[in-house]
């Protein structure tokens, strides 16, 4: 909104060309965001404990987190509301793929505010049935890959791009639909198993928000596209103001999400952010660079499914608790030493993801 009018000026006035420009439009993304957050927190995180909206901490948890029930939780509601007024803010709305992301990132953030609800409600850590969550995900994922399945606007709706290669793309047809449903549905939830101390996840998302920034930067541009041999997909390049929306508004959160807390997102910014993270890559052909850039997500994911699947099988835990976090704080790992360290990883992964780039 904001940008549409004040780009007309530049007809009277010649400076105001500048917003024409994406690079300029995400620095204001990232300081919007980011100063939305800061004003907004504090009064938040007032109106969460006035309404009791607080955490509810697992019986079968680390004994350390136990200090922690009663600290305000539902934080992502600041988080998406930051990112998605930014949007309206500063991005091109006549663009199909903003509408696309900004639908996707609410609906799983809505679905993550009923399960948040239901904990509260119910004083424990059980929300939504999980047939109930997983379905809702199903259903809105199904929808956004639909839409960008016959978008006729891009050629490229059926193929899988693979990094490391110039321009190798592989044809899924139909299967492409269920596959984009995989990624955003387990990025969604990949977010959601990383929440589980202060500071973590939210970090990550803002490594992977930099990260995906410069990659939907470098694919939405023709020139730069062209100069490195990746895919060139027109219209997408306005994403990467969301890049600086989502980046800006975690740099803000997590300056009360920090060990120890004072807000926790809950599940309305872990799901709504997974599937942020997992639409953008599904919209700019990015998947499996999402798995480097994502490499923590995954690697805690996989760390729940062989806990898990160990257990059952042979009734052995293969961690000492999963997710894999837990696994080092029971180790003895401090938990803020757990989470920088767990950030260095995050950063040497997103640099893996960027080589790809060069690699080609």
């Known amino acids: 909104m904001l940008y549409e009018l004040l780009y007309r000026l530049h007809t009277f006035y010649f400076p105001f060309n500048v917003f024409r420009y994406i690079t300029f439009r995400t620095a204001l993304a990232v300081i919007t965001a980011s100063a939305i957050t800061f004003i907004l927190a504090p009064f938040v995180i007032k109106r969460l404990r ?30 998406l509301s930051s990112i998605l007024l930014t949007v309206l803010l500063w991005m091109d ?43 809702a995900q199903i259903l809105l994922a199904t929808g956004v890959s639909l839409f960008l399945y016959y978008n006729p606007a891009d050629p490229y709706s059926s193929k899988l791009s693979l990094p490391f290669f110039k321009k190798w793309l592989i044809d899924l047809g139909y299967f492409y639909i269920p596959f984009s449903v995989f990624v955003m549905v387990g990025s969604s939830n990949a977010v959601n198993l990383t929440d589980g101390i ?45 890049c600086g929306a989502l980046f800006g508004a975690a740099l803000g959160f997590l300056w009360f999400n920090s060990y120890p807390a004072d807000l926790f997102m809950g599940d309305v910014g872990s799901l709504g952010l997974g599937g942020a993270l997992g639409t953008l890559a599904v919209i700019t052909k990015h998947e499996i660079v999402l798995a480097f850039v ?29 997710p894999i976090h837990h696994h080092f704080e029971e180790k003895g790992w401090a938990e803020p030493k757990t989470v920088v360290r767990f950030w260095i990883i995050g950063i040497l992964l997103a640099l893996l993801s960027l080589a790809t ?4």
């Open 198 to 242: 202060d500071g973590l996840a939210i970090g990550l998302v803002a490594i992977a928000a930099f990260a995906n920034g410069m990659l939907v930067y470098i694919s939405g541009n023709a020139k730069l596209a062209d100069y490195l041999q990746v895919l060139f997909l027109s219209g997408t390049g306005e994403l990467t103001i969301f």
């Open 357 to 360: 780039l060069k690699v080609r």
């Open 294 to 322: 994502g490499g923590i997500f995954v690697i805690e994911t996989f760390s729940v499914i062989i806990q898990v699947a160990s257990y059952k099988l042979t009734g052995r835990r293969v961690f000492r608790m999963a």
């Open 93 to 135: 709305l006549s663009n199909p793929y903003v509408w696309v992301l900004f639908i996707s990132t609410l609906g799983f953030g809505l679905i993550g505010f009923v399960d948040d609800f239901l904990k509260i409600k119910r004083r424990n850590h059980k929300g939504l049935r999980p047939c109930y969550k997983f379905g």
């Open 50 to 79: 006035k309404f009791q909206f607080t955490q509810q901490i697992r019986e079968d948890g680390p004994r350390s987190h136990y200090g922690k029930a009663g600290t305000p939780t539902m934080g992502g509601v600041l988080i």
